[in-house]
């Protein structure tokens, strides 16, 4: 990930969240790599979504986050899976 996009985010976040605070995390990941995505929140149950030609999965994560430091986290070990999207 860009450091740019890190510290630009990492702003965002301390401007927007009083911390620990529930967060709301989405991606999207090809077929096929939906269990990498489940593998990534093993104590959480993700809302997943099938994409209309099946071609993608998306998934809404709802935790209760106890720092800026710990999303930046999960969105660089997410970045780990090939071709996910995050939003």
Avoid: C, Q
Wanted: glycine content about 4%; proline content about 6%; cysteine-free.
């Amino acid at each position: 990930m860009d450091e740019n996009w890190i510290i630009s985010f990492r702003e965002k976040l301390d401007n927007h969240y009083a911390w620990p605070a529930l967060y709301t995390f989405k991606f999207i990941v090809p077929k096929g790599k939906e269990s990498e995505m489940r593998r990534m929140f093993p104590m959480h149950t993700p809302k997943e979504r099938s994409s209309k030609n099946g071609n993608y999965t998306s998934f809404t994560i709802e935790m209760m986050m106890p720092s800026t430091e710990s999303v930046i986290e999960v969105y660089l070990k997410a970045s780990a899976i090939d071709g996910i999207i995050a939003l």
